[in-house]
């Protein structure tokens, strides 16, 4: 089966050396706030060209702690996208706060400006922007936007690891980023692990206290946060796996080159390929295909798993029926919420896995 993910496939060097920091931790005998989280916070804000990295529990956590440190809450407005992991509108609802649905354009599943502009109103705080499958687009419009309506950009950076737009990473664009490292992310802990960045050193202290119960110093609680820290094992897994992040990036970019050069199914649609000046790190790699059952009984009968990212949109999932969002509806999510699947694009992919893929995409057919 070529799978979604294969992680038992990785160099056995990243797994001595993984092992090896586990190690180093134990004989540390420090297992919370420590060094290793300090290290790699630091590595992970140089990444991203932002200033600070405050290492948080999950990608979740982590969304919750940016919109809190920008005292958002109830009674504010937080627009974002529909067709994202449910985490991010989640975290909204965590906050206290209302969001607001706009959908998306049809050929990168990203935000749409037109209906942005639509669910805009005087309560509006902030944008959250998706960097959806690992895209950063249009960013100076996004930028502007947000700085025309004097309201906060806020990116969930989750399947953007290393995602850049004119040479900028994603999470340094706007106030503060929402980093995951879900496992499966393109950079994965072995385990939960999440991070905000910024360059802002005020919403950096906030996001401090705010993961270790809103402490200030010890014994001191001015305010209510959380439990939400990155611990000393995962840090150290993570600034292991950094090591090779570039690496695997460049092997996802390629990966994606070739798919978008090779698959030719009139039955299927590609998204939009990267502009010039982006750096595409395919999180995942999306085609759509209104028979999307039949592709996908096609693909398992020849051993090539896939999966839907989202196969239901936001505002379709129960707590969410009312939601708030454009008038206009957001039919561009829905028909992408019913065409999508995500193949196997992932580094440890082998060029045979590559090629048979392409060829049994390619050789589905209705009949
Ligand atoms: C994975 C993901 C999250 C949530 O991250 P967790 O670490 O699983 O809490 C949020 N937003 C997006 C877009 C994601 O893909």
Not at 25 to 54: H, I, M, P
Request: aromatic content about 8%.
């Amino acid at each position: 089966m070529i799978l979604m993910n294969d992680f038992k496939a990785e160099d056995t060097a990243l797994r001595e050396a993984m092992l090896s920091a586990v190690q180093r931790v134990l004989d540390s005998g420090w297992y919370v706030l420590g060094k290793e989280l300090e290290k790699f916070e630091n590595q992970w804000a140089k990444a991203c060209g932002t200033r600070y990295g405050v290492g948080v529990g999950n990608g979740l956590d982590a969304i919750e702690i940016a919109l809190r440190v920008l005292d958002i809450g109830p009674g504010d407005e937080v627009i974002t996208t529909p067709m994202t992991a449910f985490a991010t509108v989640l975290a909204i609802l965590r906050a206290g706060a209302t969001p607001v649905l706009a959908d998306i354009e049809r050929d990168t599943a990203l935000l749409s400006l037109e209906s942005v502009e639509r669910c805009f109103s005087s309560k509006t705080k902030a944008l959250l922007l998706v960097h959806l499958y690992g895209q950063v687009r249009n960013m100076s419009t996004w930028a502007q936007f947000c700085t025309d309506n004097n309201i906060a950009l806020i990116e969930d950076c989750a399947q953007a690891h290393l995602a850049q737009w004119q040479g900028t990473v994603a999470g340094a664009f706007g106030e503060i980023g929402a980093y995951s490292f879900y496992p499966t992310k393109n950079l994965g802990a072995i385990g939960d692990a999440g991070m905000v960045v910024t360059s802002d050193s005020v919403l950096a202290e906030k996001a401090t206290r705010l993961r270790n119960y809103g402490q200030s110093e010890r014994y001191h609680h001015p305010e209510l946060g959380m439990n939400s820290r990155l611990d000393e094992i995962q840090a150290a897994l993570l600034s292991e796996r950094l090591k090779w992040l570039p690496e695997f990036t460049q092997r996802r970019q390629a990966i994606a080159a070739i798919y978008q050069a090779e698959l030719v199914n009139p039955q299927i649609q590609l998204l939009a390929s990267p502009e010039e000046n982006q750096a595409h790190v395919y999180h995942l790699f999306v085609i759509q295909c209104e028979h999307r059952e039949a592709l996908q009984t096609h693909l398992r009968k020849s051993c090539v798993q896939s999966l839907m990212h989202y196969p239901i949109p936001i505002h379709h999932q129960k707590p969410c029926l009312e939601i708030k969002r454009d008038r206009q509806g957001l039919s561009n999510s829905e028909y992408h919420a019913t065409t999508c699947l995500s193949i196997p694009c992932h580094p440890q992919m082998s060029d045979d896995d590559i090629g048979k893929v392409v060829e049994t995409v390619n050789s589905f057919s209705l009949n």
